[in-house]
């Protein structure tokens, strides 16, 4: 029985959906079919069982047929292949016979070209030999020129052969020409030379404009850092200043104080004395008060001290200050001769340097003139004849040295004048110092001088000389007592706080106490003078010496150098 399909099964392309699709049909027309079976019934499930009963037999069979021919066409494949290799390695085995056949016996070409094809091979062999018939052809042109060019100088050999001999004029005027050419040789390196002295000098120039535009700079930056060295040390001189004036409060009102806690008459006659009283005395004028005298004492003179401070008291410190004052500066002024000596020697110093300097340029002239002489020299042997090379550099070495020794020789002359001259000017500056401080001292009426507008540092030593001697005189006339020989140490004391050989030394609670009463600040001592370096000046002062020994030996101990 032959069953229509429908348009949409007829559309089916695949033969295995097609027969899946009758098969289907064909069980849902026939329903006689199905109910022969021994149930005799008609059911999907029994329809839907044998569809796909066929349906898997169906689809075996023709995966079996796609794998048989995907095997035929795998074959053929295979077989296409292996044939196209072959081809390729007999093609390949070809080519590089034929590359290493035209190559022959040169090897680096050969490996140049093993990797190529036949065409790429054969293009580059074409443009390799095309190259060399090139080459080929440019030498063969070269050789033809030489020919002919020898060809010409043989020509020009025969003539000047047929010539007759030259005659002494164009001798005379080929030496003539010859000297020509050396003076023009000459004149050529004279000009380089110059051009070369010339450069060096614009440069020297250049350079010289340079320094000369830095030294506003630091010539400012001098000054503001001597202007800031001037005023920290006015600061610091009025510091010292004042703490030499309240250290001289201090030690005055330290000896009153222990001059009014001194035990009577009776109680000091029953004390031993030594050999040596001068000594003692200074000894017992240098000890602090808690040395001498018991905690309870002290404080119970210190509340009397409190309650008596009198105007006579005050007025005796002003004037023991005033007179401390001007022995003070009495003392600081006897260091002239030692000024005036080393003024005269750096002086002498200054001279010898002048001296130096001079021969020194001298000697570079001398050097320059025989360096210019050597220099023309090898120019003239340079046409003459050949000399040796190795002769000029050792000379040409040798005065080099020389100038270079000659260099430095002048400028170690140039450091010393300048250590000099500063030396000097630090000189000058302490005569001035000298003169300032000597010149509000009033001399007597009989030995008055008239002062110049204009002073030189001669006339400025011999206005101090008259200065000192009159304060000789008049120290030698002041009478050695004991209050004398207590304000010299005094002054000893305050004009050696800051030798470095003596001791750290502070004062105690019990002398503040005393300063309190006094309205003195409260201040700091750092430095102490050594007390038996002061009891020996003082016991010399007292004893032995004569004013103007004690002069002397107090300028030698107090003044710092200028």
Known sequence: MQVALPPSAQSLS?????????????????????????????????????CTEQCRALQIQAVKEKTVKNRATLALLHSTVRRGAQDWALAKKYDQQTISRACGKDVPMRLAHCRCSMEVAREKLRKYVFDRVNVHNVLIHLVRRREQKLESMKLELASLRRQPDNTKEEQRLRQVIRQLENNIEKTVIKITASQNIYLLYVDLLDYLKKELASYPTGLDKLQNLVGDYCSELSDMIVMSQDAMMITDEVKVSSRTARRREAPPPQETSLIPSSPSSPSSQGRRDLDFPSSLVGAETVKGNLKVRKRETSQADIQYRTDVTALVEKVKMAVQCSHLWDIASRFLAQRTTEENLGLQVEGCERRRVQLEALMKKLAAEETALKFRQTPSSASFKSVEKKMKDMLREEEERLQLAYSNMT?????????????????????????PTAQKE????????????AYCE???????????????TEEVNAKVR??????T????QNQRISFEDLEDDVIATDDIVKVEVWDVVDKGKCRRRGDGLKVENDPQEMVSRLAGSLLDPL
């Open 419 to 443: 250590k000099s001259q500063k030396l000097l000017l630090t000189i000058q500056m302490g005569i001035d110092n000298l003169y300032a401080r000597l010149i509000g001292i009033a001399l």
């Open 466 to 480: 008259g200065k000192l001697l009159y304060l000789a005189d008049r120290l030698q006339a002041l009478s050695r």
């Open 14 to 50: 695949d033969p295995l959906q097609l027969s899946v699709a009758t098969v289907f049909l064909t069980a849902l027309w026939e329903p006689t079919t199905i109910g022969d079976s021994p149930s005799g019934l008609t059911s999907w499930a029994g329809v839907e069982a044998v």
């Open 490 to 495: 005094d002054t000893l004391e305050s004009s």
């Open 497 to 500: 706080l800051k030798e470095k």
């Open 450 to 461: 008239v002062l110049s507008n204009t002073l030189d540092v001669s006339s400025k030593l």
